[in-house]
């Protein structure tokens, strides 16, 4: 039986960037025995996690996932180039310019970055392997700001990059010191001949909050996109941003882009329990649940209110109440069943809450420690540091309590498998203790 392989590229030149990278190419089971066969390709950023572990550990394991899913007839069989990133040139090379990039702590080389795979690595690959060339069988891949490069990539050039799949992607600059967010991505006017699949998690603290690319679903709706023919939202509320959570779901766009999802076997609704007659728009998610852990909004969900007359739910799932009070939300599919969701519309929803949060250190804690538990924290006492800061509603946050020089909390055998998490559903007081701390990496 053939047997998949990576081919490594070491220090890729590229004129256009006037540096290197390495490049790692997946060629599928049968490319050594079918040598007359073509493949569709897959460009995925961040190429150094796609099949490796990364300077975390985590990998997305991208072809371990592909082997299984072939092998199992789910889908077609394809070539995979991953694409080292630039280390310390990454922010700059995955942001394209607008109106935003002057306020941004980094020039925007993203369009730079754009004609590097264009115009030398897509061509250096069709010369290379036996590629299928054409843009519908031509894709493009990446999270967090490997996401937001591969929008405007697929969105600038869809004669090139006909399938998109963008994973937590990053469309707003998070400033941690102000703890607030600015958009930096382009607005297409113009429906392009793409097929999209986006998603995000619910516990990604502050560096994608869910909200933002569920505001993106909603604009690529508006611009003609169709749920489950051209676009796919995938929603995990449990999910966090690492490559391990990316691993989990990412048969999702595989299985979309270039295979069959199947059938879902269940459904699920999920959302804000809370919306407001004025203030923050709040959501519902009824999801589609498919084998593997996939949940995927389902975009022709029809919804029923008790009382009827309570709220209005458009198709976009945002809640717009009628009237104060308790009311439930019902997602009926067929022989897939129902779920319930409980409402209570408040005359007024603020946009964000209080949350405080207390840590206590080891006595071995240096005297200039620089900590953070989902927010940076400021020492106000011996072996105590606190933060006080008005977080985004709905928020969910999922993180290791560490030290900037690389001091990782850590249970009492020195492991790190201590993870905090809290949602922001109203106004919190948070105190946590650290046992021990065990040295892992700087930031």
């Not at 047997?3 to 490049?23: E, G, H, K, L």
């Not at 996690?49 to 889908?75: A, K, P």
């Not at 003609?224 to 023919?229: D, F, T």
Request: with cysteine.
């Amino acid at each position: 039986m053939s047997c998949a392989r990576i081919i490594t590229f070491q220090s890729f030149y590229s004129t256009v960037m006037n540096n290197v990278r390495d490049i790692h190419i997946y060629l599928p089971p049968s490319y050594d025995r079918d040598t007359q066969t073509r493949y569709p390709v897959l460009y995925v950023h961040d190429g150094q996690n796609v099949f490796h572990s990364g300077f975390n550990g985590q990998s997305w394991r991208l072809d371990h996932v592909c082997n299984r899913l072939i092998s199992e007839g789910r889908m077609e069989e394809i070539i995979i180039v991953a694409i080292g990133n630039a280390g310390l040139l990454r922010n700059e090379e995955y942001a394209h310019g607008g109106p935003f990039a002057e306020r941004l702590p980094y020039p925007c080389r993203g369009e730079a970055y754009e004609r590097f795979l264009i115009r030398e690595l897509k061509p250096f690959v069709d010369r290379s392997f036996r590629t299928k060339r054409e843009s519908r069988d031509t894709g493009l891949m990446g999270s967090s700001r490997g996401g937001l490069v591969t929008y405007h990539l697929g969105f600038n050039r869809p004669d090139v990059f006909g399938k998109v799949a963008m994973l937590s992607p990053y469309f707003y600059q998070y400033h941690e010191s102000s703890l607030s967010h600015e958009p930096i991505f382009n607005q297409y006017e113009e429906k392009g001949p793409l097929k999209l699949w986006i998603d995000t998690g619910g516990m990604e603290g502050m560096t994608v909050l869910a909200d933002h690319v569920r505001e993106m679903a909603a604009r690529l709706l508006r611009l003609g996109y169709r749920y489950g023919e051209e676009l796919a939202f995938g929603y995990f509320p449990e999910a966090v941003h690492n490559e391990e959570a990316w691993a989990d779901r990412v048969h999702g766009p595989l299985l979309f882009l270039f295979g069959h999802l199947g059938e879902p076997d269940g459904v699920e609704l999920t959302g804000s329990r809370v919306a407001g007659m004025e203030g923050k728009p709040t959501y519902v998610h009824p999801l589609l649940r498919y084998a593997g852990g996939l949940t995927i909004v389902d975009g022709e969900a029809e919804l029923v209110l008790h009382p009827e007359d309570s709220a209005h739910i458009d198709e976009h799932g945002l809640i717009v109440p009628r009237s104060i009070g308790d009311c439930c939300v019902r997602y009926e599919k067929g022989r897939l069943g129902s779920a319930l969701h409980p409402l209570t519309v408040l005359p007024h929803l603020r946009e964000k809450a209080n949350v405080a949060i207390r840590v206590r250190v080891p006595t071995d804690t240096p005297e200039d420690a620089r900590i953070h538990a989902g927010i940076p924290l400021v020492k106000k006492g011996v072996g105590i540091y606190e933060a006080e800061a008005e977080l985004p509603l709905n928020a969910g946050f999922s993180f290791h309590i560490t030290e900037e020089s690389g001091l990782m909390e850590a249970d009492h055998e020195g492991k790190v498998s201590v993870q905090r998490h809290f949602v922001v559903n109203g106004d919190l007081k948070l105190q946590y203790e650290v046992i021990q701390w065990t040295r892992g990496q700087a930031f």
